[in-house]
């Protein structure tokens, strides 16, 4: 690991705090005072990927919270775990009472959105707003782009892991999630990669990646839920997303019945978007009936 890795690695440690869900050890960024904004990621991720937004949301007045789904980031990665995204809505329900968070503005990202959604759809009570960053609904029909499909597959994925360099690594995150590369060093795209193998090798990543529920009956679930939702909601996207661009904006911003915001970014659009990010985020949550 080189040292602006480790550098990066390190701030990130000490921009936040651990905390225990489910039997499991996590780590949480958690800045800011006011209405919470908890802000969930997906994969190959993990909370360091909200590291330039939860500062902007502190700013702007809110308490801004971010934490790592087991087996991702600093999380530990148990062998007997429930890594299905069923298993994770639970996580994120214990997680929210670890940090004495009754209600929120909630984000999501990734397969954070379903993972995200499923809590919302659940709790609606305790929801704010939501916004929706590049995910998806579908998941029925959900196909993994070819840089996440390996993944998913037994045999070929701890191969597909180990062969997986930083370098390869950075370049497929650069190609799919950065516009600006100019905005994010290699060494914070090598922190990724270390995030996600750290000390099992990014074995429990790859349940995670074997845990996804694609059947119509979560699908309709999901979207009869947030039809029916009580709260306001966005859809917020880097609309040159080559995995989850603009067929999964429409679809989102269908089920959501609302017109998206889009922004000149990739998939990972809180790495070089962070301030439109954050401006979306709390034009929302500043509205009266979001409170």
Known sequence: MNAGTAKAIADHEMAGSG?????VRSFALDAGEGDAV????????SCFLYR???PRLADAGFRAIAFDFPGLGLAERPVEYDYSWSGLVRFVDAALATLAVERCHLVVHDIGGPIGFEWAVRNPERVRSLTALNSFVNVAEFRRPWSMHPFSVRGLGEVWLRSLNRWAFSEIFYLQGISDRSAVPRSEVFAHYELLKREDGGRAFLRVMRGFELTRAKQEFLGSGLAERPYPAQAVWGIDDP???RKHMELVSRVLGVQPTELPAKHFLQEDQAPA???????LAS???GV
Not at 38 to 45: D, E, F, N, T, W
Not at 277 to 283: K, L, N, S, T
């Open 287 to 289: 509205e009266p009936k």
């Open 243 to 245: 995995a989850l661009g």
């Open 52 to 54: 330039k937004v939860v």
């Open 38 to 45: 908890v802000l969930l990621h997906g994969v190959p991720a």
């Open 19 to 23: 905390f225990e869900a489910t039997g």
């Open 277 to 283: 990010v954050v401006e979306a985020i709390a034009a």
